[in-house]
């Protein structure tokens, strides 16, 4: 028979406990917090993982086993994290009222914002800058562009759903560049930035449906748009922290 657990004075019971101490979520929260420290030193590297485990007491082992692939997980769970803070303002605020463009834009604001140390992004820029590492940084972009796209209520499942994220993706990645020299007052000259790659992007979109409302020119394009209707976007659940109030909502221009 298993042995029965020792009690303590108060009655509590000895044995595996539970909490933000054996949390793994926990656990890596304090160790990026504890890398952050690091990360304008040794950016997001092996060293960096091996001194925020020492700071924070955790095991090397674990710290490891949390982050694999050490400086860039940390980096992945950064930017992650950076999307949280997005969703969470994007929950709390009633953005309905405003135009699509003025919508996004403000989404790419508030994520821009979210950012709580910016030589933490310049040695991310410079990671996943290296070939290796690239692929991670185009995944962690077009993250940021889905979550924003489904905070609009972005009902689309063909083609435009790679298309708008694609876009949004290289608007919202331009812009991070562009703030990570800008010492204007407010940033301001980051904003006006967005607002002119935004409106790049709608001058694009409104060139395709001229295109297809042509006489002359939407015979060319019945083989590409038949070919486009073919594409499916992922079939995928929403994350549960962006906002639903948008949902449904005519996508103004």
Same mark, same amino acid.
């Given at each position: 028979?298993?042995?029965?657990?020792?009690?303590?004075?108060?009655?509590?019971?000895?044995?595996?406990?539970?909490?933000?101490?054996?949390?793994?979520?926990?656990?890596?929260?304090?160790?990026?917090?504890?890398?952050?420290?690091?990360?304008?030193?040794?950016?997001?590297?092996e060293?960096?993982?091996?001194?925020?485990?020492t /700071?924070?007491?955790?095991?090397?082992?674990?710290?490891?086993?949390?982050?694999?692939?050490?400086?860039? /997980?940390?980096?992945?769970?950064?930017?992650?994290?950076? /999307? &949280?803070?997005?969703?969470?303002?994007?929950a709390?605020?009633?953005?309905?009222?405003?135009?699509?463009? /003025? $919508?996004? &834009?403000?989404?790419?604001?508030?994520?821009?914002?979210?950012?709580?140390?910016?030589?933490?992004?310049?040695?991310? &820029?410079?990671?996943?800058?290296?070939?290796?590492h690239?692929?991670?940084?185009?995944?962690?972009?077009?993250?940021?562009?889905?979550?924003?796209?489904? &905070?609009?209520?972005?009902?689309?499942?063909?083609? %435009?759903?790679?298309?708008k994220?694609?876009?949004?993706?290289?608007?919202?990645?331009?812009?991070?560049?562009?703030?990570?020299?800008?010492?204007?007052?407010?940033?301001?000259?980051?904003? %006006?930035?967005?607002?002119? $790659?935004?409106?790049?992007?709608?001058?694009?979109?409104?060139?395709?449906?001229?295109? %297809?409302?042509?006489?002359?020119?939407?015979?060319?394009?019945?083989?590409?748009?038949?070919?486009?209707?073919?594409?499916?976007?992922?079939?995928?659940?929403?994350?549960?922290?962006?906002?639903?109030?948008? %949902?449904?909502?005519?996508?103004?221009?």
């Open positions: 028979m298993p042995e029965p657990k020792s009690q303590t004075p108060d009655g509590a019971q000895n044995g595996p406990q539970s909490g933000p101490e054996s949390d793994p979520n926990a656990i890596k929260d304090r160790l990026l917090d504890a890398a952050l420290v690091h990360v304008p030193f040794d950016g997001w590297s060293a960096t993982l091996r001194a925020a485990a /700071d924070t007491g955790v095991d090397q082992a674990l710290a490891r086993a949390l982050f694999p692939r050490a400086g860039v /997980d940390l980096a992945m769970a950064y930017h992650r994290r950076g /999307d &949280a803070i997005l969703a969470a303002r994007l709390a605020e009633e953005l309905g009222h405003l135009r699509i463009r /003025d $919508r996004i &834009a403000t989404a790419i604001r508030y994520r821009i914002e979210a950012i709580e140390d910016r030589e933490a992004v310049r040695r991310g &820029a410079t990671l996943f800058a290296l070939p290796q690239a692929a991670d940084g185009a995944r962690a972009v077009w993250g940021t562009a889905d979550r924003i796209w489904t &905070a609009m209520g972005d009902t689309s499942n063909d083609l %435009n759903w790679y298309t994220r694609t876009l949004l993706a290289g608007v919202y990645g331009s812009s991070v560049l562009f703030w990570l020299g800008d010492d204007s007052a407010g940033h301001q000259a980051t904003w %006006n930035f967005v607002d002119r $790659r935004i409106e790049d992007v709608m001058r694009f979109e409104k060139l395709k449906a001229s295109v %297809n409302r042509s006489p002359l020119l939407r015979p060319l394009m019945i083989g590409p748009n038949w070919l486009a209707r073919q594409v499916r976007a992922p079939k995928r659940t929403p994350p549960a922290d962006l906002p639903g109030v948008w %949902n449904g909502q005519p996508q103004e221009q």
